[in-house]
């Protein structure tokens, strides 16, 4: 069973190829009182409303605030792979965003705080890289 694919916008583009280069790409306001990163892409900042944020490459280093053990994935293309890390992950530059951690599942104990980066795996999709994190210390 293959699995599913995102769903490539307009508006969430310069996400998706930012991570076929490897890339994090997030959107950042451009108001002068606001500048705040944006995750998930949208088409104004919900910050503060301004309807022109930029795209700008952002580390992708970050620390995990939760996780979860996966044991029976929502999507039967995963069953596989389970059981694998799920985690929201608090970047440098601020957002919260969610992605698998490489590790092995029997390790995934005490993940809180840890020190994170982004990779981008392209065995998971046909010609869609995909972001994933591993632990950095």
Same mark, same amino acid.
């Not at 069973?1 to 583009?13: D, F, G, L, Q």
């Not at 993940?111 to 982004?118: C, H, S």
């Given at each position: ?7 490539? %916008?307009? !508006? +969430?583009?310069p #996400?998706w190829?930012?991570c +076929? $280069? &490897?890339k994090l790409? /997030?959107?950042r306001?451009t ?5 705040q990163?944006?995750?998930y892409?949208r088409v104004c900042c919900?910050h ?9 490459q ?5 620390q !995990?605030l939760s #996780? %979860?053990?996966?044991?029976r994935?929502?999507?039967e293309?995963f069953?596989? =792979?389970a059981p694998? !890390?799920? @985690?929201a992950? %608090?970047l440098?530059e601020?957002p919260?965003? #969610?992605?698998?951690? =490489?590790? &092995?599942a @029997?390790e $995934?104990?005490g /993940? +809180?705080?840890?020190?994170? @980066?982004?990779v981008?795996?392209d &065995?998971q /999709?046909?010609?869609?890289k995909?972001?994933f994190?591993? /632990? %950095?210390a």
């Open positions: 069973m293959s699995k599913p694919m995102p769903r490539i %916008t307009a !508006v +969430n583009r #996400y190829e930012g +076929n $280069a &490897d790409m /997030l959107q306001c108001a002068a009182d606001c500048g990163y944006i995750f892409p919900p503060c409303g301004d309807g022109d944020p930029v795209w700008e952002v580390s992708g280093r970050g !995990v #996780y %979860t053990l996966v044991q994935p929502h999507h293309s069953y596989a =792979e694998f !890390v799920f @985690a992950v %608090t440098e601020g919260l965003i #969610y992605g698998r951690i =490489e590790i &092995d @029997a $995934a104990e /993940l +809180n705080g840890r020190p994170v @980066a982004i981008f795996r &065995d /999709l046909p010609g869609q995909l972001p994190f591993r /632990l %950095t």
